[in-house]
C-alpha cells in the first residue's frame, strides 16, 4: 500500500516496538475505507484513538513476537527462526496472557504491558533481542573440518571481529571461540571447505528493556537446540506468571536466573 511523505514521516514517530502493529492497524482502516493510499489523517486519526481511554487496550493481545526479514532472503542469515517463531505463537497462545494481564493490571493495558519476544537470524540483531523480553538470535558454532586449507585469507577477511587467524605451521585456520559471534560469515567465505558448522541452534537473551530504567538482556550461555530454546520459554512463562503480581516487566523479575535455566 502507498504512503504519502507526510504519513511516513509521522508514523517514523511511532515507538519501534509497536510501529509494525500500528502499520498494520492503520493499512487495515484505510483498506476497509475502500482506500489505496495511506494520508496523514489515517495516521492521526488512529492516534487518538489510540490515546482514547481503552482505546489502546482494544490492540493488544498480551503479547508481541517479532522476527526480522532474513527468512524473505538476508545474506547475513545465519540460522532461520521462522518455525521457532511459529511454535513460539503457540506456546503464548496457549498461556493466554491477555487474560492473565487483565487479572493483575489495575486500569488501562498499555503496549508496554505485553511481552516481548524478538528473533533475529544472525548477530547483526535488526529485530532488537538485546531489548526485548525474550530475544533468540541464530546462530553456527564453527569448526575446522577435515579439509585442507589453502591459507587464502578469505574466512580472516569476513571476521569482523578477528576471531580468525592462519596459522602457517599447521596450515590451517584458528578460531578463537571467545571472540566467536556465531554469525557463520567465515563458513559462507571459506572457498575449500576447512571451515564447517559444528553446531547450528541459537543463542537466547532474556530480560531486555528500553524505557526509564532501560537492560541489556543477559545471554543464556550455550546455543540451543530447537527444542531447548521452547523449554526456556515456557519457563520464562511459568516464573512471569507466578511471580508478576500487578504487570510487572519480566526484566524486572530476574532477581534469580535459577528457576528459568
Known sequence: MKWTGQAEAAIQKVPFFVRKKVIQRVEAHVMQSCKTTVELSDVEGLKKKFLSKGGMEKEIKGYEIAACFGGSGCPNSAHSVTRLAADMEKIFDMENLLGFLKSTVKGDLKFHHEFRVSLSECPNACSRPQIADIGIIGAVWPEVSGKACTLCGAC?????????????????????????????KCIRACPTGTLAGKQKGFRVMLGGRLGRHPRLAMEAPGIHSHDQVLEIVKNCLRFYKKTSKHGERFSRLLSSLDPIL
Open 156 to 184: 580472516v577477511e569476513s571476521c569482523d571481529e578477528g576471531a580468525i587467524e592462519l596459522d602457517t605451521k599447521i596450515q590451517q585456520p584458528i578460531i578463537h571461540d571467545a571472540l566467536c559471534l556465531n554469525c557463520a
